[in-house]
């Protein structure tokens, strides 16, 4: 018996306690950070979400995207053609899906228990958990390349460390030196709740995007001009089965869904929105500026850099160690290289952060809400780092890295039940309490499962599979039609889910879809919004912060 009150009283003290007077309460479907936030809590502006998504652009990835292209065959118009068509839908896309949170300030989490169902919305949750703790091992693993050259730039002999990991060991001691400078670095700020983002978005956006423009101008000047690399023409290679319509389909189908991720859990940081306006401004403003703008900028400097070394470094780690020479480079050659790497590393840190951690957190949370909250989620998300060991993958497993990149093919679907369901079958209306409780609530379904999104998931990525199974494999001389079908892979996965899921839902209606609470419960809605939305205002709170609306 005294073990069992010793268990008992443990599982008092671990699980999570909240403000009964928010509304915070604590159990099986709810916590703090998953009920609709107040507006209280709501503190993004404009620039938090200028920021948010600058993060997503003002990074290692997006500076290598024309790569991608021009390695494909395509020309420089093209490769940049491909990133402002891929930017025009990513825009799309993310703000068809984050309207939800801005209406009803619920994240992606809830969200998606009135599609799937409470107990089947584990099925995406699980996916996105997935995807969050691999992707936050790779980006810690690459965060850890430009801290290594930021050690470098202030001790050089660094560089040149002896190794002393064995031959099975898939890395060097440098690297991984680095790999645990960036981790611990990092893992301070995951104390930081989404509501207190907006200064290290501010020092993000400064720093890299300063050391970006200073690095491409001091390119161009030392190079004098850019070199064969910037008028690359169109270069298909004869042997290829594919002309440029196609490439340029496959391409925007790779932008688009290298964000997808992204853009399913944007409901998770739109509904911390003060006014949709500031979502609207800032999050299309950054999408189009810092995320055409950073591609362009990689591009040059990459000519310009290939004029000054004779080679074309895509890589920043790469081309940063050649400027100081491997460590062996001039006092002033090494501070320009840290300040470039360190902002780098910055934007790589809160990038990682807010995109793998903090969603991971998020996700955890809807599976394990009386235990688990955004910060203890994010913490299990970044110990989870050193179990998945990103070294092997890296430098291994490169056919793992192309399936964790063609993921989408699985996500597409997702956003496309959600769209659907949201706006069509549901009309933009949603009973918040039914989405916190298993009995007569509205989104129970069967056994807590609704049927007809997991058939239409199925069927949405059903017709791309084939082609991502013999993309990775790397199949010389694959079926055309399949491969066809995975270049439009995103597209199809969500017009196919949603038309399916419309048309289960026509045949097997679910009653009043568009219903609401008559009164608004948790304290979610300012007077102006209850009223637009057609709900009663909650009673004002004496303990709740006074927040002055417009």
């Known amino acids: 018996?005294?073990?069992?009150?010793?268990?008992?009283?443990?599982?008092?003290?671990?699980?999570?306690?909240?403000?009964?007077?928010?509304?915070?309460?604590?159990?099986?479907?709810?916590?703090?950070?998953?009920?609709?936030?107040?507006?209280?809590?709501?503190?993004?502006?404009?620039?938090?979400?200028?920021?948010?998504?600058?993060?997503?652009?003002?990074?290692?990835?997006?500076?290598?995207?024309?790569?991608?292209?021009?390695?494909?065959?395509?020309?420089?118009?093209?490769?940049?053609?491909?990133?402002?068509?891929?930017?025009?839908?990513?825009?799309?896309?993310?703000?068809?899906?984050?309207?939800?949170?801005?209406?009803?300030?619920?994240?992606?989490?809830?969200?998606?228990?009135?599609?799937?169902?409470?107990?089947?919305?584990?099925?995406?949750?699980?996916?996105?958990?997935?995807?969050?703790?691999?992707?936050?091992?790779?980006?810690?693993?690459?965060?850890?390349?430009?801290?290594?050259?930021?050690?470098?730039?202030?001790?050089?002999?660094?560089?040149?460390?002896?190794?002393?990991?064995?031959?099975?060991?898939?890395?060097?001691?440098?690297?991984?030196?680095?790999?645990?400078?960036?981790?611990?670095?990092?893992?301070?700020?995951?104390?930081?709740?989404p509501e207190k983002f907006k200064i290290p978005f501010l020092i993000v956006c400064v720093?890299?995007?300063?050391?970006?423009?200073?690095?491409?101008?001091?390119?161009?000047?030392?190079?004098?001009?850019?070199?064969?690399?910037?008028?690359?023409?169109?270069?298909?290679?004869?042997?290829?089965?594919?002309?440029?319509?196609?490439?340029?389909?496959?391409?925007?189908?790779?932008?688009?869904?290298?964000?997808?991720?992204?853009?399913?859990?944007?409901?998770?940081?739109?509904?911390?929105?003060?006014?949709?306006?500031?979502?609207?401004?800032?999050?299309?403003?950054?999408?189009?500026?810092?995320?055409?703008?950073?591609?362009?900028?990689?591009?040059?400097?990459?000519?310009?850099?290939?004029?000054?070394?004779?080679?074309?470094?895509?890589?920043?780690?790469?081309?940063?160690?050649?400027?100081?020479?491997?460590?062996?480079?001039?006092?002033?050659?090494?501070?320009?290289?840290?300040f470039l790497a360190a902002g780098f590393a910055f934007t790589a840190m809160f990038e990682n952060i807010c995109g793998n951690a903090i969603a991971g957190g998020i996700d955890l949370a809807g599976l394990f809400p009386r235990y688990i909250d955004i910060r203890r989620g994010a913490m299990i998300t970044f110990v989870a780092a050193w179990i998945v060991q990103p070294w092997q993958l890296i430098n291994r497993a490169t056919t793992f890295i192309s399936v964790l990149s063609s993921f989408s093919v699985f996500l597409a679907p997702i956003i496309g039940i959600m769209a659907c369901d949201y706006y069509l079958l549901r009309k933009r209306r949603v009973r918040l309490t039914h989405l916190y409780k298993t009995r007569n609530s509205c989104y129970y379904f069967w056994k807590g499962v609704n049927w007809r999104a997991i058939l239409a998931w199925i069927c949405g990525w059903a017709p791309t599979i084939g082609g991502l199974i013999v993309t990775v494999k790397m199949d010389p001389n694959p079926p055309r039609p399949l491969v066809q079908l995975y270049y439009m892979a995103f597209l199809i996965g969500f017009f196919i889910s949603a038309s399916v899921f419309y048309a289960l839902n026509i045949a097997f209606p679910v009653p009043d879809m568009d219903q609401i609470d008559e009164e608004d419960e948790y304290g979610t809605f300012t007077v102006r919004e209850a009223e637009r939305i057609g709900v009663v205002p909650s009673t004002p709170n004496p303990e709740t912060p006074l927040i002055l609306t417009k």
């Open 1 to 193: 018996m005294a073990i069992k009150h010793r268990i008992q009283a443990l599982d008092r003290k671990i699980q999570l306690k909240g403000d009964e007077t928010q509304h915070e309460q604590t159990d099986a479907w709810s916590n703090r950070d998953l009920i609709p936030l107040p507006p209280w809590r709501r503190t993004w502006g404009w620039f938090n979400f200028f920021g948010f998504w600058s993060i997503a652009s003002l990074n290692v990835a997006n500076w290598q995207t024309p790569s991608t292209y021009l390695t494909m065959g395509l020309s420089v118009p093209q490769a940049m053609l491909i990133i402002v068509v891929g930017r025009v839908l990513i825009v799309l896309f993310s703000t068809l899906i984050a309207w939800t949170g801005l209406k009803w300030h619920i994240g992606f989490t809830v969200q998606s228990r009135y599609s799937w169902g409470l107990r089947g919305s584990w099925i995406p949750l699980l996916q996105r958990i997935l995807l969050n703790f691999i992707w936050n091992a790779v980006q810690c693993w690459n965060g850890g390349r430009l801290c290594a050259v930021c050690i470098t730039a202030i001790w050089p002999s660094f560089a040149r460390m002896k190794n002393t990991f064995g031959p099975d060991m898939p890395t060097t001691t440098y690297e991984f030196v680095g790999f645990v400078v960036f981790w611990f670095l990092s893992t301070p700020f995951l104390w930081l709740r």
């Open 207 to 338: 720093w890299c995007g300063t050391g970006m423009l200073a690095w491409m101008i001091w390119a161009l000047a030392v190079a004098k001009g850019v070199g064969p690399l910037w008028s690359a023409g169109q270069n298909i290679p004869s042997s290829s089965q594919w002309g440029s319509s196609w490439l340029i389909m496959a391409g925007i189908n790779q932008s688009v869904g290298g964000l997808a991720a992204g853009i399913t859990n944007g409901s998770d940081f739109s509904r911390y929105a003060s006014a949709r306006r500031h979502y609207m401004i800032g999050a299309i403003s950054s999408c189009f500026i810092s995320g055409i703008l950073v591609s362009f900028v990689g591009l040059v400097t990459a000519a310009a850099a290939q004029k000054i070394y004779g080679e074309i470094y895509w890589n920043p780690p790469d081309l940063l160690m050649v400027m100081m020479d491997n460590g062996n480079g001039s006092s002033k050659a090494r501070a320009g290289v840290f």
